[in-house]
């Protein structure tokens, strides 16, 4: 953002006197209006929100927007979720509204008037993605309710929330007076978890910035004190391993229930919901993964995402990095916090690599183009496995192999701990966006020591085989394979965003085909019981140690169906990472920094100069 402010001031820069004077009017437009947002949540318990808006435009017709999409890289559309949408003037007079697309509103109005728009939206997705109402509980991706006044976008916004019931608390990452939030810009003011209800809490201060911890519903089936252990953990070492705290408060919001799962980034927040009985979790992974972004994609930012165009995708090929690498490091930071253990760790990489070659597609799909590709993910027959990849897996596994790379290269010197600083001090800090892969190739390389241009184009640009025993072999390991007999259902299932567990790919022949299953049935229910989190949760109730025949309820074009699936035997290969009998001490010296988290410039890091 702060790259386009400098260009447009350079531009003005160059102008001649005469043209300035005639640009006066439109240098007095580009001081936006203030937009002031109320959410009504008298109709909360039956799923509904009553919007208002009002704003001021400078011309005769006022458009309002709808995102299509925000933070998952989505087309969602949610303008579906609109209805009655209004708009009045100054004296309450009604203002005439046109639809101009599916997600676009122009209202005709006078120059400098205000207006003010209302609509019903309908909050019915639950999870960090959604939004939902109900009775105990309203908890918002502002976006997906939120339209904004076109012109007015980069101007200052306010929101306040009407009618909460009287035991509710409300959370947002936003300074907030008199129960009105301020943020200065429509993309600032809903980059923050929203959620409101009879919630428990508690706070800890990290090194003098304060950090919240939400938790809901009150006295749910979770452990307060546990999960704010873990919180306490990842905010400290993450912080310490950035060398920054680029926040004064933090807020985690974490949902225990059975309706949806997943972890939701923003700038100074996450929406994490785990599972209803959650009694013994520590809720590791998704901390420290959302953690992360904290840096990761919130102030470490491609150019690609940047600016932020709510009407269509902004299409990138740096979600292997986003995403991926933010994966990378939640492993990283629950290894380094006592979280997890180094054998846990490594048999995790194992696993990973062994789900990444069971795909066809690694060898056809690169980690740039799934992350372009990222947009197809709602379509069925992209997440077959011979045609997609997923730009977290390849991602997470490519940190590993560019973090061993840089530590081999520099004898443990230096690592990819020193690449994510470089990008935090040289971009975010900076406010400025990064050039995509050719930035994180030459930060990679300077901090490496030599070009690793090679490296780049066999890891991220095409898809060439990964040479897995060059890699794991800088830190005295090798790839063991197996062959396993396990049963197997013949089915590849994915968890397009919104639509639940979907069959994507059916081996021909196999138990799946002959159960009758389609591409695009929707799996619901195994044997009678419900599905509650996602794809590989319907992967071993299909196959769990049993020949017996399995009932499975799908849906198929809307109509409600049971298929009875036999499972049969399939012969898979696992991947193990294992030491190599009689290491190198380089080779020792790499392995001891990786799993330890460490360099030995940490060392001796006073006496080189960056
Ligand atoms: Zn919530
Ligand atoms: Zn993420």
Request: hydrophobic letters at 35%.
């Amino acid at each position: 953002m702060s790259q386009i402010s400098a260009k447009k001031s350079r531009d003005l820069g160059s102008v001649k006197i005469p043209s300035l004077l005639l640009l006066l009017p439109l240098l007095l437009c580009g001081l936006q209006a203030q937009t002031h947002y109320e959410i009504d949540l008298s109709e909360a318990p039956s799923g509904w929100l009553l919007i208002t808006a009002e704003t001021t435009c400078t011309g005769e017709q006022c458009d309002f927007q709808m995102p299509v999409w925000s933070a998952t890289y989505q087309v969602r559309d949610f303008a579906k979720f609109i209805q009655e949408f209004r708009a009045s003037g100054a004296s309450k007079q009604p203002l005439d509204v046109r639809k101009v697309n599916p997600s676009r509103w122009r209202i005709r109005t006078q120059p400098g008037q205000p207006i003010k728009v209302r609509y019903r939206i309908l909050a019915d997705r639950p999870g960090p993605f959604g939004a939902y109402a109900d009775a105990e509980h309203v908890c918002l991706n502002l976006a997906q309710v939120l339209a904004y006044p076109v012109e007015n976008r980069d101007g200052p916004f306010t929101l306040r929330f009407r009618n909460t019931p009287r035991t509710w608390k409300t959370v947002l990452a936003l300074p907030s007076q008199h129960g009105r939030y301020h943020a200065p810009s429509y993309e600032r003011l809903i980059d923050t978890p929203a959620h409101l209800s009879d919630f428990d809490e508690t706070e800890f201060s990290h090194a003098g910035h304060t950090v919240r911890v939400v938790a809901h519903p009150r006295g749910g089936d979770f452990n307060l004190r546990l999960v704010t252990q873990t919180a306490k953990k990842v905010v400290s070492v993450a912080t310490a391993m950035m060398d920054d705290i680029p926040f004064d408060s933090y807020t985690f919001v974490y949902h225990f229930s059975d309706i949806a799962g997943g972890g939701m980034e923003y700038r100074n927040g996450t929406s994490i919901w785990g599972p209803g009985k959650c009694s013994d979790c520590p809720m590791s992974s998704l901390t420290a993964h959302e953690f992360f972004h904290l840096w990761n994609v919130k102030r470490i930012r491609p150019q690609s995402l940047e600016p932020i165009d709510f009407t269509q995708p902004n299409i990138t090929p740096s979600l292997w990095f986003a995403e991926g690498i933010t994966s990378t490091y939640g492993q990283y930071i629950q290894l380094r916090a006592g979280l997890s253990s180094e054998a846990e760790f490594i048999g995790r990489i194992g696993r990973l690599i062994t789900r990444y070659q069971a795909r066809p597609a690694s060898a056809t799909q690169s980690a740039e183009e799934s992350s372009i590709d990222a947009w197809l993910e709602r379509y069925p027959a992209y997440g077959r496995n011979d045609r997609s990849i997923s730009y977290y897996m390849k991602g997470q596994v490519l940190g590993y192999l560019l973090d061993l790379t840089i530590r081999h290269a520099t004898l443990n010197r230096r690592g990819l701990d020193d690449v994510m600083q470089a990008l935090n001090q040289e971009y975010a800090r900076k406010g400025r966006v990064y050039e995509d892969t050719d930035a994180i190739e030459r930060i990679s390389s300077r901090v490496a020591g030599r070009d690793l241009a090679p490296e780049f184009r066999k890891l991220v640009r095409t898809a060439e085989p990964i040479d897995w025993d060059h890699y794991l072999g800088l830190a005295g390991y090798r790839l063991d394979i197996a062959e396993r007999a396990r049963l197997g259902a013949g089915l590849t299932l994915s968890n397009p965003p919104g639509l639940g567990v979907v069959v994507s790919g059916i081996e021909p022949g196999g138990p799946g085909e002959q159960a009758g299953f389609r591409r695009g049935d929707r799996v619901y229910r195994v044997n009678r019981r419900r599905i509650t989190s996602g794809a590989n949760e319907v992967e071993k109730r299909l196959t769990r140690g049993t020949s017996r025949k399995v009932a499975v309820a799908i849906e198929r074009d809307g109509a409600p169906l049971t298929l009875e699936l036999q499972p049969r035997e399939v012969i898979e290969k696992v991947y193990q990472i294992v030491e190599l009998e009689s290491p190198t001490k380089l080779q020792l010296k790499v392995r001891r920094g990786w799993l330890e988290g460490r360099t030995e410039m940490a060392l001796d890091g006073a006496l080189t100069s960056h």
